[in-house]
C-alpha cells in the first residue's frame, strides 16, 4: 500500500445506549478517531458472530460491540445474551490465529458520550499497536 | 433494479463545515443503484423535504437515502415524507454525517469527509436490500399512572381527569402534596403556599377519574406503550384507613420514647410513631412507623393482649384514645402490605426531588443545630411549622416546644427562647461546586431573597445578609423582586463564605469574602441558612429502570430530546415532569406537568396506535424446530405450532419488540428481523470493512 495505514474500525451500536451515546458525543464535540464508524442494529442481542467475522475477513481491523449497561438493557435481556456470545466468539478467534483484542465487547450507556469517545480512542490505539488485520495481510 | 436517491444535508455549516459535500457528491454517483443524488442546506425544512417528494414523484427514486444528522431524530421526519409522496416508508435509509461525523471529527475535515463517503455507502448498501413493510396497529388503554403526588404529580393528574382519562396517582408518603406543602410563600408573589397548593389537593383526590394510592410504590414494570402492567405495593398503614376519620386523638397520645425527626418539618420537632404527616394531609389518615413503634402495651398486631390482674386487656394509647377502633391491634397485619396490578397505557413520572443535607457541608458547622438548610428556614417561618411561624433560633426550639406544651395544659409559664437579630445566606452549597454537583439548582437565588424579603418584612430590625457567588434571577417579574429585596435593606454580598464557626453561645462567626471590598469579612449570626442543592430522589435511579428510561450523569431523568421532546423519555408512552428531571421552580414544573398530561393525552386519544413492523418473522419451510429461539426470548413471544405436521416456531407479534435476539440465534437464518434483515446489516458492515465499496449481489 502506497498510503500510510490507518485502522477500519467498525462498531455495531445498540440503538437506545451505544448508538445514543456516539451521538452524544458528537453533540457534546468530544473528538475520537474518524476512523470509528458505527453500524446501528436494535441491541447487542441482535449480533451475529458472523458478522464480527464478515467484517475481519473485509478487511476491518477492529471491531466494538456497543451494548447498555448490564440490567439496562432496552430489550430487558440481550445484552447478556450479546455477552455469551462474545466470549464464545473469543474463543474461536483464538483458534484461528486472529488477536482477540480486535474484538471488543463495551457497555456504554445513553449518558456517556464521553466514555464513547474515550473508549474509541483508546480502542483505536490498542488496534494500531496491534496493525492491519492479519486476514487482510 | 432499484432507483435510489441520496440526499445530503448541509445543515447549514454543521455538516458541510466538516465535510467536503461535491467530493462527497462524485463519490456517491457512482455507486451502484445510486441514480439521483442531491444536496441541500437543510433537509429536513419544508423545501428540503420537497426535492425528496419531487423525485419520488417524478418517479425517478424508489428508494431514499438521506445524509444528514441522526435517525434518533430524524427518521420519523423523512419517513412521513416518503410516505406523503406515496413511497412506502421503509423504503428510507439515514446515514449520520452529523453527530457520528462532522460534530465528532471537526478539525479533521479529510477524514471526516472520507468517513461520510463510507456511512453514505454503507446506507446505500442497505437500501438496495429494503423491503415495503405494512405498520401494524395495536389497542391503548387509556388509563394513566402518575408516579409523585407533588404540585406536578397533581396537575398532571388533574388535567388528564378532566380530559376524562382514568387516573392512578401513586404516591410513596402518606400524603400527597411533595416538598412544595413544606414551602411557607412563594416567589414571586409572595403567595401562601398551602393556600395554592391544598384546595388542588383536596379536588385531585375527590375527582371521580382519580384513583388516590398514597403510601404506596412502583415495584414492576412489564408491558410497552399502551398496555403497561404495574405492579404497586400499598405499604402497610397498620391503621384501618376505612375506620380512620383524621381525628389526630391518636396523634398525642404516642410515648415520648417513641418519637423520631418529624419529617414535614425537616427534622426540626419531633413526631409520634402514629402519625399524620401535617395537619392538612390528603387523605388525612395516620400511619403506624412500624421503625418507630415501641410497642409500649407489649403486643403487636394480631398478639393477645396482656391482661390487668382483674383480667382487662392492656391497649396501647393509641388503640384506647381511637373513637373508631382503627388503631385496633386485634387483627395481624402483613408487613409487606398489599400488591396491586394496574392496566394503563401510560405513565408520567412526577417523583419530585430532595435537598442536599447538611451534614455533607463539614466548613459550615453542620452539627450547630442554628445551621439550617433553606428547607427548613421555611418550616421555621411557617404557620404550620415547629415554632407556628415564630421566629426563635432553632436551637431554642425544644425551651418553645416544652412552653408550648405547658401552656395547652394551662399552666402559667413563660417563654425563654431566644430571637435572632442577625440571619445569614449562603448561597450555591453543593450546587456549582465541582465536589458535589456542577449543576446550578435553579431555585435558590430566588427563595434566599423571598425567606429575606419576608423576615425583613415581618421583622425590620433583623440584619439579613445573602452570600451570593451570582445572584440569577431570570424569569417572569423576578427581577423586580431581587431590587424590590436590595430596597428593603437586605445585604447583598457577592462573595463566598469560607467557613462558619460554632460558638460556645450557640451564636455562630461566618468568614467570608466580599468580592465588591475586596477583602475577608466576618459577621456573628443567630441563624445560618444554606442553600443546599436539589437532589434527585434516591430511589429515582430504581425507578428508572424499572420503567426503562435513562438518567443523566447528575441523576435527574434524561428526557428524549432537550429541546424537542422534553417531557418524552426513550420508552414510549413514559412521560417525566418536575424536579425528577431536573432543578426547577413551581411555575415550571407546573408547565412540565401540563405538557407531560398532554402528551400522554394525544398519545391515548385515538385509542390505537401505530408502530413500525420492526419485528422478526419466522419462515416455516426454513425452520427446523429445533426449539432454540423461544426460550431466548425476554418477552415470551415465541411459541411452537404444527405447520403441515411439523413443529415450527411462531412469533406473535403484538408481543414481539423486534429486539432480534431470536434472529440472531437462529441457525437455520429462519428468522428475519425487519428492519435489520442479516443481509441488510451484513452489507452495511461489509461495505465500510471494505471502506465504501459496495460488494456486488
Known sequence: MSEEWEPNIIVIACNWCTYQAADLAGSLRYSYPPTVKVVRVPCSGRVEPEFVLEALINGSDGVLIGGCHPGDCHYKEGNYKALRRFKLLHKLLTELGIEPERVRLEWIGGSEGLKFAEVMKEFDATIRKLGPNPLKR | MPKIGVYICHCGENIAGAVNIEEVKKFVEKLPDVVVVRDYLFMCSDPGQEIIKEDIRKGLVDRVVVAACTPRTHEPIFRKACEDAGLNKYYFEMANIRDQCSWAHWHEKEKATEKAKQLIAAAVAKARLL??????????????????????????????????????????????????AKLDKTFPTNDCSACILTPLMVEVANHPNVELLTYSEVEAVEGTVGNFRVKVRKKQTYVDWEKCTGCGACLNVCPPKARVPDEFNEGLSLRGAIYIPFPQAVPKKAVIDPDACISCSGRWFGEEPRRTKDGKPILAPCEKVCPTGAC??????????????LNVGSIIVATGYRVMDKKHFKEFAPDSPNVITALQMERLISATGPTEGKLIVPSDIPKYLEWKKKVEKGKEAKLEARKPHVITFVSCVGSRDERFHTYCSKVCCMYMLKQAMLLKEKYPDLDIYIFFIDVRTPGKDFDEYYMRCRKLGIKIIKGKVGGVQRLPDERLLVRGYDADLGKPVELISDIVVLATAIEPNTDLKDLARKLGINVGAEGFLRERHTKLYPVDTMTEGVFICGCAQGPKDIPDSVAQAKAAASSAMSLLAPGKMR??????????????????????????AIEYVEVDGKRRAKINEAICKGCGVCTAACPSKAITLHGFTYEQVLAQIKTIARKGVIEEV
Do not use: Q, W
Open chain 2, 131 to 180: 423491503e415495503p413493510l405494512e405498520d401494524r396497529y395495536v389497542e391503548l388503554n387509556k388509563n394513566v399512572m402518575v408516579v409523585g403526588g407533588g404540585i406536578a404529580g397533581i396537575f398532571a393528574a388533574l388535567d388528564l381527569a378532566n380530559a376524562g382519562f382514568k387516573v392512578y396517582l401513586v404516591e410513596k408518603s402518606p400524603s400527597i402534596g411533595g416538598n412544595m
Open chain 2, 328 to 341: 385496633s391491634r386485634d387483627e395481624p397485619r402483613d408487613p409487606n402490605g398489599e400488591l396491586i396490578e
Open chain 2, 611 to 636: 408502530v413500525e413492523p420492526l419485528i422478526s418473522e419466522v419462515n416455516p419451510e426454513k425452520c427446523t424446530g429445533c426449539g432454540i429461539c423461544a426460550p431466548l426470548c425476554p418477552y415470551g
